[in-house]
């Protein structure tokens, strides 16, 4: 695993300012990462005074930095369950849509959340790609199985990948078998597949 959620986000998901499903993203990721699990003990254990005092909009790169400087004492990570059924244990107790086909050798399976994020399950076959495809606002992904290529990089089982804003791109299943991931989404605009973009997004 090496790719991480950014200390922006840890620090938001640690004040609990992020919505739900990008928080279950997070989540999904920290049941498989120590590293990332202990710094969002740390931040949970001085971060509850310090950032709810900020609204979202002041927490920068700079967040979990100031948090952490103001602690001392070590933190002991909670440790995770294992896995069950599948899926993660954050993800466990969440209701679920039924499998949908997206054609093109994709699967989605809606999270049910009140949320104005969209996010589900996605499931892609062995080597196929997802359309090419831009985002409006932030999407955060954790591969729960299997792995996929996006350009130069290689996303494997407990990475997260965090995309934010006018981000253009075409990630490619790997060969090897199907790649599961948890997506949650503020908008994604694809180009040139209205039917497959209107399906997910109305699901
Ligand atoms: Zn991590």
Redesign the pocket.
Known sequence: ?RH??TETTLAAYAGGALPEPMGLVVAT??FG?P??RRLTAMAEAVGGTLLEDLPPAAIDDDALALVLARTERPVAPAKPSRLQGGLPPPLNACSFGPWRRLGLGLRWRALNSGSHVQAGLLEGAPGKSLPRHSHAGMELTCVIAGSFRDGHERYVAGD?VEIEGEHRHQPIIDASGPCLCIIATEGVKFSGLLGFAQRLLTD
Request: hydrophobic residues 45%; proline residues 11%; aromatic residues 0%.
């Open positions: 695993m991480h959620p990721h920290l990462c590293a990332c997260l």
